[in-house]
C-alpha cells in the first residue's frame, strides 16, 4: 500500500502534461536551480522562466512570441532575457549588453534593465525607469516595435525636463487651459474687429444721408440685435414698434443698413 502511495505521490509531484518545447526547436536544459529554468533555441538565444510549473500552454506560447520579438531586436543586445510567470500576467525582465540608437549610447542611462509585461486583457507593455542628468526618468506604453521605444528612450536621455513635462497630466491640463484662455481672446478679437468692420460698413452706407460718414449709434445696433436673436421672425415694423416704445432714436436707412449689414435682410 505504502508502495503505492508512494507512486501516487511522485506522479502528482510531475507535470505530466509539459508544454512541448522540442515542438518549437527549443531545449529546457537540466540542472537548473529551483528558481528558474533555463532555455535555448535552435539559433543559440537563452532565456529563462520563473514559475515555469505554473505555466500553461498558451502562456508558453505567449512567451516563444515574445522571445522571439525581442531577440529580433537591431539596436538591443540582450544579456539575460527571464521570464516570470504569475498567476494572470507575465513579467519580462530584459538585461541589454549594448543599447546604441540613433549613435547614441544609452547604456549608462539603463540601471535596472528594461521591464515588460503581458496579460490577457491587454497588450505587451513596457514600464521601467532610466537615469540622465540625476533625473530618474519613467518610460512607460504599449510596445509596438523596436524603433518607437529606442525613440522614446533617447528623447528622454537628451532632454528629461521637457520629456517629462509632455508627458505629466497637470502640464497637459495647465496647457489647455492657456489655450482655452488664448482662444477666448481671440475670439474677442474677432468679434470687436468684425463689429469694427460692420460699423464702418454702415457708416459708409449712412454717408449718402449725412456730410461726411456719421457711425449708427451702438444704442441702436445692440438693441436691433437683441430683437433679432430674441425673436429671428421679428418684422422690420415690429422692430420700429419696440424701437419707438424705448425711445430709441433711429432712421428708416439706419434700420436697413443694420438689418442687411448684420443679417442679410435687403
Do not use: H
Not at 528558481?35 to 532565456?47: H, I, L, Q, T
Not at 444704442?219 to 430674441?230: G, S
Request: aromatic content about 12%; proline content about 2%.
Amino acid at each position: 500500500m505504502k508502495k503505492y502511495l508512494l507512486i501516487i505521490i511522485f506522479l502528482t509531484s510531475v507535470n505530466l502534461f509539459a508544454f512541448d518545447w522540442g515542438k518549437y526547436g527549443i531545449e529546457r536544459n537540466s540542472g537548473n536551480d529551483s528558481s528558474s529554468a533555463e532555455f535555448r533555441d535552435r539559433d543559440g538565444n537563452v532565456f529563462y522562466i520563473e514559475n515555469e510549473e505554473s505555466l500553461k500552454d498558451s502562456a508558453a506560447e505567449k512567451i516563444i512570441e515574445i522571445k522571439n520579438i525581442i531577440y529580433k531586436w537591431k539596436y538591443i543586445e540582450i544579456s539575460r532575457l527571464k521570464f516570470l510567470v504569475k498567476p494572470n500576467e507575465i513579467e519580462v525582465s530584459v538585461i541589454p549588453s549594448s543599447f546604441t540608437y540613433n549613435k547614441t549610447d544609452v547604456m549608462t542611462n539603463i540601471k535596472a534593465g528594461l521591464l515588460f509585461s503581458y496579460s490577457d486583457e491587454s497588450a505587451l507593455r513596457y514600464n521601467f525607469r532610466i537615469l540622465t542628468k540625476n533625473v530618474f526618468v519613467r518610460i512607460s506604453g504599449v510596445y509596438l516595435d523596436e524603433d518607437l521605444l529606442c525613440k522614446k528612450i533617447v528623447e528622454a536621455v537628451k532632454d528629461p525636463q521637457s520629456f517629462i513635462q509632455r508627458r505629466d497630466a497637470d502640464y497637459f491640463l495647465s496647457r489647455i487651459e492657456k489655450l482655452d484662455s488664448k482662444i477666448e481672446q481671440l475670439e474677442a478679437q474677432v468679434a470687436d474687429s468684425d463689429r469694427k468692420v460692420n460699423n464702418a460698413v454702415m457708416a459708409f452706407q449712412n454717408d449718402r444721408f449725412f456730410a461726411g460718414k456719421k457711425p449708427i449709434s451702438e444704442e441702436l445696433i445692440t438693441e436691433v440685435i437683441k430683437l433679432k436673436d430674441e425673436n429671428p421672425k421679428i418684422t422690420r415694423d415690429e422692430i420700429k414698434e419696440k424701437l419707438t416704445a424705448k425711445k430709441i432714436k433711429y432712421s428708416e436707412k439706419e434700420l436697413k443698413i443694420i438689418l442687411a449689414v448684420y443679417f442679410g435682410e435687403i
